[in-house]
C-alpha cells in the first residue's frame, strides 16, 4: 500500500520560506508522476508544481513561477517543496501525489 506523509508546514511571516517534504513508502518514485496541490478555505485544490511522467518536464503554476521550486530524492523516496517570498495568497492546505495516491496534507499559514 502506497502512503505519502507531508510535513514542514507551519506558520510564516509575509516573506518567509518554508520547504514541504513529501515521504513515500510502499513504492519507488520512478515511473510515476509527482506533484504537489494545494486548497484554501472555500477554494478549490489546485495544482502548485509537478514533475510530469509523460515528458519528463517540471511545470509550475503561474502564480509561484520564481518562488516555489519542486524537487525530488529518489534514495529517499522523498519529494520536496521549496518556497519562498511566501504571500498571504499562498496560505491553503497542501497535498502531494504520487500517481493516483495522496497523502493527508500539511497546513501553511502565512500572516503577520
Known amino acids: 500500500q502506497v502512503q505519502l506523509v507531508e510535513s514542514g508546514g507551519g506558520l510564516v511571516e509575509p516573506g518567509g520560506s518554508l520547504r514541504l517534504s513529501c515521504t513515500v513508502s510502499?513504492?519507488?518514485?520512478?515511473?510515476?508522476?509527482s506533484a504537489w496541490f494545494r486548497q484554501a478555505p472555500g477554494k478549490k485544490r489546485e495544482g502548485v508544481s509537478c514533475?510530469?511522467?509523460?515528458?519528463?518536464?517540471?511545470y509550475y503554476a503561474d502564480s509561484v513561477k520564481g518562488r516555489f521550486t519542486i524537487s525530488r530524492d529518489d534514495v529517499r523516496n522523498t519529494l520536496y517543496l521549496q518556497m519562498n517570498n511566501l504571500t498571504s495568497e499562498d496560505t491553503a492546505l497542501y497535498f502531494c501525489?504520487?500517481?493516483?495516491?495522496w497523502g493527508q496534507g500539511t497546513q501553511v499559514t502565512v500572516s503577520a
Open positions: 514533475f510530469s511522467h509523460s515528458d519528463g518536464g517540471i
Open positions: 501525489s504520487l500517481g493516483t495516491s
Open positions: 510502499g513504492s519507488t518514485m520512478d515511473g510515476y508522476a
